[in-house]
Structure formats: C-alpha cells, structure tokens
C-alpha cells in the first residue's frame, strides 16, 4: 500500500489515510453561525474521502474573527449546527477537526472579495489588540496593547471555545498560532515589543501560547489529538525563525501537543516568500527530525505523486492540503488511482468508479 493511503493513529483517533483538509476561511458565516455553505463544503471532502477535516479559523471571540463573515464558537447557540457538520463528516468515514483561532491585530478586516481593508466605523469596525501596540501595515488602525485583564479574558475564551468545541463533536483541536494571528504576534519579535512576563526573551514570548495548549489538552483529557499551526519563519530577518520553531515545538511536546502543522509567513509585510511547489515542506521536515513530534506538511503540494513522497522521505507524517482541494474536493479518491491504491467509494458513487 501507498504511505499516503495508510492509516495514522494519534492517540486514540485513527485517520484512514494520510491526507487532510486544510482549514480554509470561508468568511461565509453571520454573527459567527455556520450554515449550509459549510456543511456542503467540508461535507464533500469528507465525500472525496480525506482522513481528517479541519473547519477553518474558528473565532473564540467576537473580537477575535478577521472579518465579519469568520465562524465563531464564542456563545452555546453555535454549537449545534456543528454538530451537524461533524456528524456527517463522521459518517463518511472522516474525522472531524477545528482550528481554534484569535485574529489579534489583522481582526476588524473586509473579506477578500471586498479588498481585505480595515473596516471603519460606520461599517462596524471593532477595536482590535495585539501584544504592543504596533499595526501589521502602516495606515492601518493601532491595535490596543493587551492588558493583564485582556489576557486572562483570552484564557477564558479559549477554555469555553475547547469545551463547545469538543460538544459539537470534533475530534481533534488544532491552536492557529501562525500567519500572523495573536498567538504568532507573540512568538515573533517583530510585533511583540512587550517588557513583562510575556513579552522581550524566547521564554515569555512563547508563554501564552504554552499557557493555552497546556489548558486545552487539560481540557480535552489525554484521548483526542491536540494539533498547532505556526508560521515555521517569518521570512524577515530579526523575525521569528526556523531554529525557534524547534525549540518551541519541544516545548509544545512537554505540554501534550501531538502534531505541528507548518506552515509560515504572514506576520509581516517585509516578508520575501519563494512561492515554489512544497515550498514549506522543509520545515516539517526539521521539526519532524529534531523533535519528537508528528509534523503536517503544507505549501503549494498539488500531486498525489509529491504527497507520497513527502512521505516516503520522511519529511512529514501528514499532508494538509488547501486549494488543491478547492480544485478538487475528491482529491483523494483521484490519488488513490494515481497511485494504484483501491480505495472504497461511497456506495452512493461507486458505479462511477471504474474510468
């Protein structure tokens, strides 16, 4: 059997294969709700027969969503109609994950197809925090500089964000603390300029973020995987870097992490990415051989062929894609006749399968 098509267990979850969704942002929820978009969109790659389905960055707080149209798991009512999406994911044969998320200063934005600007304030713009008060972009509105209060709210609201998120069903948690989101403006040096436990050396820029996975994994209990997405570099010198990465993922390990997911950039716009094919999969590769845990390769992998060897040389243990599942939400059953692999279809489409 193909590396890409064998099963992978961590902890007491098993994923049939080695293929994930990405999380995507949709930026089609109101007030947070997920509806039918999303049960159609996550639902046919659970269709297309990917192992794991992470939802997209899940807002803990209001304050905490990129745009007005972010999903949110900040309040009881959202829960259900996840459950919906889980159950069906579920039933596919797929396991269902969320990515857990705090937008920090790239908060208060237009969606994509409305230009990506800040909003202002007759469009409902919200006051948006950071761990210094320095804007991603200048022109941009400064973010507020977090008080000791605002960092004890944010700990609440990723305990409460765990607990719904483990009733709607899902079976992995992954922590975003990449591309530029509160939790990397932590981590890097460029944007958190703070003098007190939590900002200034390695050990306290990294704090909150080993602060709240080690709640979550409390939260979870010792039975479900705990993920966390970093931006691996920050592509700028001065920034955070790839050796960094290392020493905090051992340090993710200690507190119950099981899997990074590595991606990287994001945190500023200095930033020079060399946008080629797998791209960031070197740096799954380096946290997968200097430490002890699994890694998740991202980046510009479009082939079945380039997801198996990934594997085959040892560089990642998991492939997450994202808009080569935009491309094509039945990826998987697509590669498995690349690589030779008779893989079950959904019986509601197996008299398709012979082509």
Known sequence: M?????????????????????PMCEYSATDGFANDWHLVHLGS??????????????????????????????????????KRITSFIES?????????????????????????????????????IAPSAIAHTNGEPLPKAMTGEDIAKLKNDFAAATQRALKAGFKVIELHAAHGYLFNEFLSPLSNKRIDEYGGS????????????????????EKLPLFVRI???????????????????????????????????????????????????????KIKKETPLLTGAVGLITTATEAENILANGQADLII????????????????????????????YDRAKRY
């Open 2 to 22: 193909s590396l890409l098509f064998q099963p992978l267990t961590i902890r007491d979850i098993q994923f049939k294969n080695r293929i994930a969704v990405s």
């Open 45 to 82: 790659r659970a269709v297309g027969g990917a192992g794991l389905i992470i939802m997209e960055a899940t807002a803990v707080s209001p304050e905490g969503r990129i745009s007005p149209g972010d999903l949110g798991i900040w309040k009881d009512e959202q829960v259900d109609f996840l």
């Open 92 to 128: 596919q044969g797929s396991v269902p994950g969320i990515q857990l998320a705090h937008a920090g200063r790239k908060a208060s934005h237009h969606v994509p197809w409305k230009g990506n600007k800040p909003l202002t304030a007759e469009e409902g713009a919200w006051q948006t």
């Open 202 to 221: 390695f050990e306290n820029r990294t704090r909150l973020l080993l602060e709240i996975a080690s709640d979550t994994r409390k939260i979870m209990g």
């Open 231 to 285: 931006s691996a570099t920050d592509w700028v010198t001065g920034g955070w870097t790839e050796e960094d990465s290392v020493l905090l993922s051992n340090k993710l390990k200690e507190v119950g992490v099981d899997l990074i997911d590595c991606s990287s950039g994001g945190n500023s716009p200095e930033q020079k990415i060399p946008l080629v094919p797998m791209y960031q999969v070197p740096f799954a590769e």
């Open 321 to 348: 894609l994202a808009r080569q599942f935009l491309r094509d939400p039945y990826f998987p059953l697509h590669a498995a006749k690349e690589l030779g692999e008779d893989i079950a279809w959904p019986v509601q």
